[in-house]
T-cell receptor, first 114, second 116 residues
């Protein structure tokens, strides 16, 4: 069983649509990361959060620690948002995790059509 | 410009021939890490380093070595590469302060390694 599950695996949207990508994890964590991998392969860190909600431009990330779930929302989607979005968690030391360890989901491939 | 630099970007090598992929960061970050990315498996952590002379295994360390002799460099060494190490490799770094080591990563551009 994967410790980090993302859904959906693939997502196609029309420009302007509101998009939600989900991440569920099974371990206690100290933080959760959302990453974006461009079609060219480069990876950019979008958010790192341990509680609540963060917003950057049209991107919003939320996390519910009790439910072990996080969502990444994109408002007013645009073709340039087309990328693979990756969720990753840092296991908490108090649950047997190791500081510095990062566990990844398999990613959600988003395609936004004009 | 603040960045993580990996070299080479592309490498084709033969089984058993030792190689080193270099990673250097200019942001004075304490934390550095290596990942490999494979189709269907996603990103997996190989090794990480919390600071100079401190390294730890990630989820897939077999067949790899690392060293952290100075803060800015974190080379990945494949002593005897095998075809199953053909992959896309990423190095990343992040700062660590007195209250928390948890900060967003800065990633290198990746190294595509093919072992034949």
């Amino acid at each position: 069983k994967n410790e980090v599950e993302q859904s959906p695996q693939n997502l196609t949207a029309q420009e302007g649509e509101f998009i939600t990508i989900n991440c569920s994890y099974s371990v206690g964590i100290s933080a959760l990361h959302w990453l974006q991998q461009h079609p060219g392969g480069g990876i950019v860190s979008l958010f790192m959060l341990s509680s609540g909600k963060k917003k950057h431009g049209r991107l919003i990330a939320t996390i519910n620690i009790q439910e072990k779930h996080s969502s990444l929302h994109i408002t007013a989607s645009h073709p340039r948002d087309s990328a693979v979005y990756i969720c990753a968690v840092s296991p908490a030391m108090k649950y047997g995790g190791s500081q510095g360890n990062l566990i990844f989901g398999k990613g959600t491939k988003l395609s936004v059509k004009p | 410009e603040a960045q993580v630099t990996q070299n080479p970007r592309y490498l084709i090598t033969v089984t058993g021939k030792k190689l080193t992929v270099t990673c250097s960061q200019n942001m004075n970050h304490e934390y550095m890490s290596w990942y490999r990315q494979d189709p269907g498996l996603g990103l997996r952590q190989i090794y990480y380093s919390m600071n100079v002379e401190v390294t730890d295994k990630g989820d897939v360390p077999e067949g790899y070595k690392v060293s952290r002799k100075e803060k800015r460099n974190f080379p990945l060494i494949l002593e005897s590469p095998s075809p199953n190490q053909t992959s896309l490799y990423f190095c990343a770094s992040s700062p660590r302060d007195r209250t928390s080591w948890l900060h967003p990563h800065t990633f290198g551009s990746g190294t595509r390694l093919t072992v034949v």
